[in-house]
């Protein structure tokens, strides 16, 4: 949970608000909050950051919840794809 500077909860309302303001400021078209979670989750992955670390700024009990929040992307794919051709063939493919 968020705080305002006096240390109160930040109301929903404020922060729906400052979220909409966020997605218009970037172009984005409409998108939930929890969108930015999958997004955030998916974006450190594939930063390099370990899914154990993930979990954890995600606040997530369960490892299986962090998978079910973040998603392979064409980056991390090429990647796999390009450390087994090495494995396999050797060289710098």
């Known amino acids: 949970m968020f705080a ?3 240390g109160r909860p930040i ?3 404020d922060d729906w608000e400052e ?3 966020l997605l218009k400021m970037a172009g984005v078209g409409d ?3 929890h969108d930015g979670r ?4 998916t974006l450190l992955l594939e ?9 954890e700024i995600l606040g997530h009990s369960d490892l299986r919840v962090t998978q079910g929040y973040t998603h392979v992307g064409s980056v991390l ?3 796999a794809a390009a450390r087994i051709g090495r494995v396999l063939f050797g060289g710098a493919r």
């Open 38 to 41: 999958h997004t955030a989750g």
């Open 77 to 79: 794919a090429q990647d």
């Open 11 to 13: 109301d929903l309302r």
């Open 19 to 21: 979220w909409k303001t």
């Open 47 to 55: 930063q390099g950051v370990d899914i154990r670390v993930v979990q």
């Open 31 to 33: 998108a939930r909050v």
């Open 4 to 6: 305002q500077p006096n």
